[in-house]
């Protein structure tokens, strides 16, 4: 073979070679690309679970263009924040699917999506039901969705990312279980069932144990059921938006003709009583403001089921749960219709 000819083969040798690693390359990753509204600047963070390990990466939008390569050899949710963690959308990714998403900030269910046919349903969804979600009718909007399509995968999503099992714990474990076992691998649905076996655990409706807590005053005190007719119990941290409607409600709640027979126990739950003072310095309170290290995991917390905040537990004088809500407004008119019970006899 003449010199010519040995150049040509090793040179298309090459080439092959390079385009078979070329492509093992591509389905060793999944690439997300895309723009932000309004051409943003801005650090992008990119958080997946993959084999049980937590994956956080980071890439920079340029005038609103970015792109993220990642690595998932099953289905994964990877979402997509800002650099203040603030949600700008989620995607369906595994190795080997190139997506292309716009992203729209402070809307995350408004983003479109291209290249994945799974993410497209999903996005489409969200589009479609932005109205709904995030209000008290998202619940319905995803049951309506799974109970035509429990063969979909999007079922399952939905599920995980945008339905309130805490608002009925035994209701979001029956929509879940409509879903047939072949779209709803256990890689993703583990910690929504974890979830829920807290919620519909016994500890998340016995009677309340008092829980001890540290004060303003940096002393010890227990918040014991037994003290009042009722009992408010508050779990906050310093993202929960207390200025915009729990703090005027426990004002009202706080008013003196209702002090004898109800106890408020406002305990924060964030990771130090510097971040905790800070949160709570312009709320002006009279009522009992309390705080306890370990967040949701703290002993006393721990036993009550909560898995997110803010969270609001109305109990009687025996500790009994007469109420769990995630919304300081059912809490507030729960109250008032119980103590106007009260003084009507």
Request: glycine fraction near 6%; include cysteine.
């Amino acid at each position: 073979m003449s010199g010519i000819k040995i150049y040509i083969a090793n040179l298309l040798t090459a080439l092959l070679c390079a385009c078979a690693l070329w492509s093992c390359g591509d389905n060793d990753t999944f690439t997300i690309e895309g723009s932000v509204d309004g051409n943003a600047t801005i650090n992008l963070r990119f958080i997946y679970y993959t084999n049980g390990t937590l994956v956080k990466g980071l890439t920079a939008a340029r005038d609103g263009k970015f792109e993220y390569k990642g690595v998932s050899p099953t289905p994964t949710v990877v979402e997509i924040l800002d650099n203040d963690y603030r949600l700008m959308g989620r995607v369906y990714a595994v190795n080997g699917e190139h997506i292309e998403c716009q992203l729209t900030r402070n809307a995350p269910n408004a983003l479109t999506v291209s290249g994945s046919e799974v993410s497209e349903r999903w996005a489409e969804f969200l589009n479609k039901n932005a109205d709904r979600l995030g209000t008290a009718d998202a619940n319905t909007a995803v049951e309506e969705y799974v109970s035509k399509h429990p063969d979909d995968i999007v079922s399952t999503l939905l599920m995980i990312t945008s339905y309130d099992a805490s608002a009925d714990a035994y209701r979001a474990d029956s929509i879940m279980s409509m879903i047939n076992p072949n779209v709803r691998p256990s890689t993703m649905v583990e910690g929504f069932n974890t979830m829920l076996q807290r919620l519909v655990a016994e500890s998340a409706t016995e009677a309340i144990a008092p829980i001890s807590c540290l004060n303003m005053r940096d002393s010890l005190v227990d918040v014991n059921p037994a003290s009042k007719d009722l009992s408010l119990i508050i779990l906050t941290d310093a993202g929960s938006g207390r200025a915009d409607s729990i703090v005027p409600a426990l004002k009202r709640l706080n008013r003196k003709s209702l002090r004898p027979k109800l106890q408020i126990a406002d305990i924060a739950l964030d990771r130090d009583t510097a971040t905790w003072h800070k949160s709570v310095r312009p709320d002006s309170a009279t009522w009992q403001q309390l705080w306890v290290a370990g967040s949701l995991a703290s002993p006393g917390i721990d036993r009550l089921g909560v898995t997110r905040l803010p969270y609001f537990i109305v109990t009687d004088s025996t500790g009994e749960q007469l109420l769990r809500t995630k919304s300081i407004t059912l809490a507030e008119a729960y109250i008032d219709s119980c103590l106007n019970d009260k003084n009507k006899d």
